[in-house]
């Protein structure tokens, strides 16, 4: 998350037409790369241990959970719905991290894969926030360092309390995809577009294959 946020930093380099081109196409790459922890990583291991109702109820209040949340910072005008996207997949994939370390899984792949993913969705959130005006470049990339932190206390707490509740993993899974499924589409995909420009969207095919070859692999 922070060294998407360092090379967020990073404005004015290119020309602006590039630019401009660039950050669709990294905004497009964290929306596949989202997909792909929902679709390759969240749902899967959520269904492998919750029942039909429980695992619909899972998801459904994610996505309601979220959309109540946008309608919030809406209303106070705060623009942050791809951070709270972007956290939304750090947080129970770093639990998952934990608990797959403590049953013995490869935890150190799926460690790579969830750094890779929070790449273009740290640029992603640096952009946002900073396009609001609230905040200083330094006071972001100090936010996005210590939200990095939460990765390895999730993983603590994954390993060392969850690793036995696997039901409460799966449903915490469940509802970070239907959060995360909710806010690709309300707030990242429409912004992906741009008039007369057509390769911003192989951001997200890229983003999403990131996903594949973590799972293949």
């Keep these: 998350m922070p060294a998407g946020a360092l090379l967020a930093c990073a404005e004015g380099v290119f020309p602006a037409w590039l630019d401009e081109e660039l950050r669709h196409g990294v905004l497009a790459m964290g929306a596949g790369a989202l997909l792909s922890a929902v679709a390759l990583v969240l749902v ?90 609230h905040y200083s470049r330094k006071r972001l990339l100090v936010m996005f360092t210590l939200m990095a932190l939460l990765g390895p206390l999730m993983a603590l707490v994954g390993y060392y309390w969850l690793a036995q509740y696997t039901a409460l993993v799966a449903g915490i899974m469940l509802f970070a995809a239907g959060g995360i499924l909710y806010s690709v589409l309300q707030d990242i995909a429409p912004q992906v577009r741009m008039d007369n420009a057509w390769a911003p969207p192989l951001g997200g095919i890229f983003g999403f294959m990131i996903g594949m070859l973590g799972s293949m692999l």
């Design 44 to 133: 899967p291991d959520g269904l492998a241990e919750l029942g039909i109702l429980s695992a619909c109820g899972s998801f459904l209040a994610g996505a309601l959970a979220f959309m109540a949340l946008d309608i919030w910072l809406a209303r106070n005008q705060l623009p942050a719905s791809q951070l709270a996207s972007m956290l939304s997949d750090f947080v129970p994939e770093s639990i998952a991290l934990g608990t797959t370390a403590a049953l013995g899984g490869g935890s150190l792949l799926l460690g790579v894969l969830v750094a890779v993913q929070n790449f273009p969705e740290g640029f992603n959130a640096y952009r946002e926030l900073r396009a609001a005006g």
